[in-house]
């Protein structure tokens, strides 16, 4: 990796993430979009389109990437062609992989490595940075989560909602008529592949009803 990035020390990056925690999410998207775009994109899971919201308001021509699987909820699918046509996009849709059927069944940690993991690999190719929708809301495992910080594949990773709560969420897509995955209505407050996503009960985190009853709990992409 070479260029923006680059200029982009650790240290400055820990300062950074401790400023961007208390600021507006689109102050994070602009200081994203003005260092690296356009070797950014952003990584949508289209559970809602908030995100994309921002960016397209900050930078239209930001890439936006969606990690297709093959095990996609129909809904997730109709949000993905929603979202192109509200905003006037064409999302970079990566995959579905061939892999052996039912992959999940018999080794869930590498049909997430294969099927998620190593497609963002892909689209992450060329960029210098990447945003994503993650938030310390989600769950206790990401109560920690920074809003900037470097990744394994040493790209600046980006999380501009990283502080905002399920309100926040709301209030935004309230206020913005943002897209939202209809499952979302459903009790499907965080939103993968059909095998592996269950709806949420009361008092759950949103992350609960992902791999439920088994220890796993992200996938690999934001590790
Ligand atoms: S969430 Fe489930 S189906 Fe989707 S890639 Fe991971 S193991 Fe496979």
Same mark, same amino acid.
């Given at each position: 990796m070479a260029g923006a990035a680059r200029s982009v020390s650790d240290a400055q990056l820990e300062e950074l993430d401790g400023r961007f925690g208390h600021e507006p999410a689109e102050a994070v998207v602009a200081w994203a979009v003005e260092q690296f775009h356009p070797r950014l994109c952003l990584a949508a899971s289209? !559970?809602?389109a908030v995100l994309i919201d921002l960016t397209v308001r900050a930078e239209p021509s930001v890439e936006i990437v969606f990690i297709d699987t093959?095990?996609?909820?129909p809904e997730t699918m109709e949000t993905l062609d929603t979202v192109q046509q509200r905003y006037g996009l064409k999302v970079r849709v990566m995959g579905p992989p061939r892999e052996p059927a039912e992959f999940w069944k018999t080794d869930p940690a590498a049909c997430c490595s294969a099927y998620k993991v190593a497609q963002l690999h892909a689209a992450l190719e060329s960029k210098l940075a990447w945003m994503s929708g993650?938030?310390?809301?989600? !769950?206790p495992s990401r109560?920690?989560?920074?809003v900037v910080s470097r990744d394994r594949r040493g790209l600046v990773k980006v999380?501009?909602?990283?502080?905002? !709560?399920d309100d926040d969420v709301a209030r935004y897509v309230a206020e913005h008529d943002v897209p939202v995955n209809p499952l979302v209505a459903k009790g499907y407050l965080s939103i993968g592949c059909w095998p592996c996503t269950r709806p949420v009960e009361a008092g759950e985190h949103a992350r609960d009803g992902r791999w439920a009853g088994s220890a796993k709990t992200e996938c690999g992409l934001h590790v």
């Open positions: 289209m !559970s809602d093959g095990y996609h909820f993650l938030r310390r809301a989600e !769950s109560a920690g989560a920074p999380n501009p909602l990283a502080t905002w !709560s």
